[in-house]
């Protein structure tokens, strides 16, 4: 059974940086793509980036791209999200999600497992 779990959560001051890891075991990443979201409090479940099982990267919006990097590493069946320039509206839990396709999804919905989740609380 697939499973992720993320790790490398942590508070930070604004422009500090901090590496989120997401474990996959029981299914390889050559088959899956993995996405990243993040729910601020009161706010919607929202896509940041998506690397596809091709090495296929996508950010969803203009800052993200500007500020994080998405890879991963098949030894570890890793995925990674870097964060750097953390300012405080990126506070929230931030998860990773997987689906068995070729193709990322901008939605929540599109994806079929979860982690459980890691805090990142960015201060001014």
């Known amino acids: 059974q697939l499973h992720l779990v993320e790790s490398g959560g942590g508070s930070v001051h604004s422009g500090g940086s901090l590496r989120l890891s997401c474990a996959v075991s029981?299914?390889?990443?050559?088959?899956?793509?993995v996405g990243w979201f993040r729910q601020a409090p009161g706010n919607e479940r929202e896509g940041l980036s998506c690397?596809?099982?091709?090495?296929?990267?996508?950010y969803y919006y203009t800052a993200v791209k500007a500020h994080f990097t998405i890879s991963r590493d098949f030894a570890n069946n890793t995925v990674f999200l870097q964060m750097d320039s953390l300012q405080p509206d990126d506070t929230g839990v931030y998860y990773c999600?997987?689906?068995?396709?070729?193709?990322?999804?901008?939605?929540?919905?599109?994806?079929?497992?979860w982690g459980q989740g890691t805090q990142v609380s960015v201060s001014s």
């Open positions: 999600a997987a689906r068995a396709s070729s193709n990322c999804a901008n939605y929540a919905s599109d994806y079929a497992y």
């Open positions: 029981g299914f390889t990443l050559q088959y899956l793509s």
């Open positions: 690397i596809r099982s091709t090495g296929e990267r996508s």
